[in-house]
Nanobody, 117 residues
């Protein structure tokens, strides 16, 4: 399993943008990748995913605002977040699962995103 490290979180004003990055320790060519988030007192939820074939999927709450992408040549996955709202405040986690595995996968340590003034 690859090791994953997120970066790019921070404090941003409502309406602002951030780009999160997820760096993998090895090739992600055959990995389905996803971004999840967890707010205090809430369960972890899927924000966006991108398959090994670059098919994307988004939570309804972020559709039209967030864009997930991947660069297999750099072993990286990105989450471009635009039009940020206070309710987007959470710890964001990167997840990767080998496409031929039905469960499990790797998690990063998370990066904090705070939307507020």
């Amino acid at each position: 399993q690859v090791q994953l490290v997120e970066s790019g979180g921070g404090l941003v004003q409502p309406g602002g943008s951030l780009r999160l990055s997820c760096t993998a320790s090895g090739s992600i060519n055959f990995y389905h990748m996803g971004w999840y988030r967890q707010a205090p007192g809430q369960e972890r939820e899927l924000v966006a995913s991108i398959t090994s074939g670059s098919t994307t999927n988004y939570a309804e709450s972020v559709k039209g605002r967030f864009i997930v992408s991947r660069d297999n040549t750099k072993n990286m996955v990105y989450l471009q977040m635009n039009g940020l709202k206070p309710e987007d405040t959470a710890v964001y986690y990167c997840h990767g699962r080998y496409k031929y595995s039905s469960s499990g996968g790797s998690w990063g340590q998370g990066t904090q995103v705070t939307v507020g003034s």
